[in-house]
């Protein structure tokens, strides 16, 4: 029989779909724009978000999640992104790598312990992988953890950490080199951090060129304790499990770069229609028709680059090349539509009170967060066998 490609939503993902717009649309874009103004964490946002469920949506019921997959996830990315960039991010950072790490590798009482909170929104995690002195070489960590009389001890420092420090961040899961492997290599493992562990510093908020309303913040460890049944997985497996990690994120990043790139497709149709000049809308000239339709045209395909990762990912089948793909091609995608939006909109599209401001700040960093462009390149080259 013939297979028919469908990437239709089925009704529960079209019904998750419509609720997290109307959210997006009713609760976070008529406020959003003064957080991000005034640098400000919406907290009452993040705490509604997580009450219609939206941090527990990949999560199995019994640690306190919806009983969605990742794809969900996603959907709710990209409906949040379409509006706003930095409530999004601190959602795919709660969930896929704040969350995830513990869902995946952590212990029985790890997830009876952190899940439902973290699943309820009540609660956010971080991961903490990059350092000051290099991201893309993830695997140049510095930090140290030493087991000293049953208790890690950590010294170090992280760099560039999303919701690490917002009144609901519980704790942090860190990679930290903790002996030298057989092969003269590091060995890092995973470790997870509460809040206020004494030892740990969470350092002021960056002041950041995009997702202004997101947290993000430097991180530093010195004599730090933690009990050793904190290491997340397998002692030594820290790095690659960050990495299948980020693999996941990935597909939520190009999710999230998908929503902005249609949020520009959005904000563009509209104010084509209602901004004059020479006597008409400026909807009426063809060189903006061909703007808007080139932006449409990038966000469609955009959307199947996502939605093609997901399901390899949750057919079970090898996804990182579809992953990075997607990341890599969505996120250009994002960039280049905000760079468009904010050119139909003219001299107001400079202007923070149109949200293709905040787009056009807020596109740059999809290019680099969770593995550069450069580093997406290199991935899909060595999984090509180039090299
Ligand atoms: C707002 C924000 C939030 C973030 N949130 C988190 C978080 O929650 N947790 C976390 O762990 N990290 C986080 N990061 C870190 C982020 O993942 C890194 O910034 C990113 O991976 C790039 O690392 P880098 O900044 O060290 O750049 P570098 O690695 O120094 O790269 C600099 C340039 O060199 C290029 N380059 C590097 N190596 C190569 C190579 N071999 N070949 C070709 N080009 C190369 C890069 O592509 C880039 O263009 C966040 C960053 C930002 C800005």
Redesign the pocket.
Same mark, same amino acid.
């Not at 971080?126 to 993830?138: H, K, M, N, R």
């Not at 680099?368 to 580093?375: C, F």
């Given at each position: 029989m013939t297979q028919v490609l469908d990437y239709r939503l089925d009704e529960e993902t079209e019904a998750l779909r419509k609720v997290v717009r109307e959210f997006a649309q009713d609760v976070i874009a008529p406020q959003i724009g003064e957080f991000y103004e005034r640098d400000e964490f919406p907290t009452a946002i993040v705490r509604q978000m997580g009450e219609l469920g939206l941090f527990g949506l990949p999560f199995p019921e019994e640690y306190g999640g919806s009983g969605g997959d990742y794809f969900h996830l996603c959907v709710a990315l990209e409906e949040l992104g379409r509006v706003d960039s930095s409530v999004a991010?601190t959602l795919e950072?709660g969930v896929s790598?704040g969350a995830m790490p513990i869902y995946r590798f952590g212990t029985e009482e790890q997830k009876q312990e952190w899940l439902p909170r973290l699943c309820s929104g009540e609660a956010l995690g971080?991961?903490?992988?990059?350092?000051?002195?290099?991201? #893309?070489?993830?695997g140049a960590t510095r930090t140290t953890a030493r087991l000293e009389d049953g208790q890690w001890v950590i010294n170090g420092s992280?760099?560039?950490?999303?919701? #690490?420090g917002t009144d609901l961040t519980a704790l942090v899961t860190v990679?930290a080199v903790t002996g030298t492997r057989p092969d003269g290599g590091k060995e890092i493992s995973a470790i997870l951090v509460p809040s206020g562990t004494p030892g740990f510093t969470v350092g002021q908020r960056?002041s950041?060129v995009?997702?202004n309303a #997101?947290d993000?913040r430097e991180l530093s460890f010195a004599d730090c304790r933690v009990p050793e049944e904190n290491l997340v997985g397998e002692r030594g497996r820290g790095y690659a499990q960050?990495l299948s990690i980020l693999d996941e994120g990935r597909i939520a990043i190009a999710a999230l770069s998908t929503g902005l790139a249609q949020g520009c497709v959005d904000e563009s149709v509209k104010y084509a229609a209602q901004r004059e000049a020479f006597g008409q809308p400026i909807g009426r000239n063809q060189a903006i028709q061909f703007m808007i339709a080139d932006m449409e045209v990038r966000a469609s395909t955009a959307r199947l680059a996502y939605y093609r990762a997901a399901e390899k990912m949750l057919r079970g089948e090898p996804f990182k090349r579809e992953a990075s793909i997607a990341k890599l091609y969505t996120s250009e995608v994002a960039m280049e539509n905000a760079r468009w939006a904010t050119q139909v909109h003219g001299g107001y599209g400079f202007m923070n009170e149109f949200p293709v401001g905040r787009f056009y700040r807020d596109a740059k960093?999809l290019e680099?967060?969770?593995?550069?462009?450069?580093?997406q390149?290199?991935l899909i080259a060595r999984d090509l066998g180039v090299g």
């Open positions: 991010i950072a790598l971080a991961f903490g992988l990059t350092e000051p002195g290099g991201g #893309s070489d993830a992280k760099a560039f950490i999303t919701n #690490s990679t960056y950041k995009g997702w #997101s993000t960050f960093i680099i967060g969770e593995g550069t462009s450069e580093v390149r290199m």
